[in-house]
């Protein structure tokens, strides 16, 4: 009985330290992720340029190209692309407008308002106290640095404005922009960056970083992340269609592929074996 009892107690220690073991292992592998995961989290920057430096090289090219978007084959795509170019025009326009009224106001306002509430006698006090400054030894550099401060003031607004007007007229084409490689007819944003930026997000960048996307605000560009990730979710989707359409129809690998109407099929992957 007492060796019986001992060898159950004995068993029963056995398991708990075996059960204790695997959550200390556990715990440990949960650490390290997580700890890989915030390190990938702090390289956000150093990815990001990756694909601006991306974009800037690819920019000139497909701009170029958007006159050629006229014909049949690209006219899909270039009316989104002409979409795009419109709304930064029109945000850099507002931009502007923003800046030269900020900083007009800067100068004018004071003037008006002294004028409007202490009347002439006021505003001559206000045009002494000038002509007053303006003889001093360095009247030359506070006027100069008077200037430099309104001009910031106007950049800083007109800045602002931009980015407001970009961000206004900018969402309603984002979705544009994201479906351009499942557009109908040829792409000329596809054939430019689909290879390299799936490349990018599939084998450049590891794993851990695109887990912090699990948790909202974990990334300083988690709009762009996403849109990103779709972009090229979407690129795979027109590989996949276009060796799809090949094979069909017998087109070369150095042969354009023109998508039929309506264009990719969103559930291509859920359709072929394609990955």
């Known amino acids: 009985m007492a060796s019986d009892e001992w060898q159950a107690m004995n068993g029963t220690t056995t398991t708990s330290t075996n059960n204790s073991s695997t959550m200390t292992k556990n715990q440990l592998e949960n650490l390290i992720a997580s700890a890989n995961i915030e390190r990938e989290r702090k390289k956000e920057s150093q990815y990001f340029e990756l694909f601006t430096d991306l974009l800037k090289r690819k920019k000139g090219s ?34 502007f407008v923003v800046g030269i009224v900020a900083f007009s106001s800067i100068r004018i306002l004071p003037r008006l308002a002294i004028r409007l509430i202490g009347g002439e006698s006021k505003m001559k006090t206000f045009r002494d106290s000038e002509n007053a400054s303006r003889k001093s030894p360095n009247a030359f550099l506070k006027r100069g640095g008077s200037f430099l401060f309104e001009g910031m003031i106007g ?8 980015h407001v007007a970009a961000s206004m007229q900018g969402e309603d084409v984002i979705e544009d922009i ?5 557009t109908q007819g040829r792409s000329i944003t596809s054939d430019e960056i689909c290879s390299e930026l799936s490349n990018l997000v599939r084998n450049e960048i590891p794993n851990e970083f695109w887990q912090n996307l699990e948790q909202e605000d974990n990334l300083k560009h988690e709009s762009s992340w996403r849109n990103i990730i779709r972009f090229s979710d979407n690129c795979i989707k027109r590989k996949a269609f276009e060796d799809i359409l090949r ?26 074996k394609y990955r």
């Open 62 to 95: 497909i701009i170029s190209n958007v006159a050629v978007g006229d014909s049949a084959d690209y006219a899909t795509e270039t009316k989104t692309l002409k979409k795009l170019l419109k709304v930064e025009s029109d945000a850099l326009i507002g931009g």
């Open 155 to 162: 950049f800083w607004a007109g800045w602002r404005g931009y």
């Open 178 to 182: 994201t479906n351009i490689p499942l």
């Open 247 to 272: 094979a069909k129809n017998g087109i070369k690998d150095n042969e354009p592929v023109i998508i039929p109407p309506p264009g990719v099929p969103e559930d291509i992957l859920e359709k072929t």
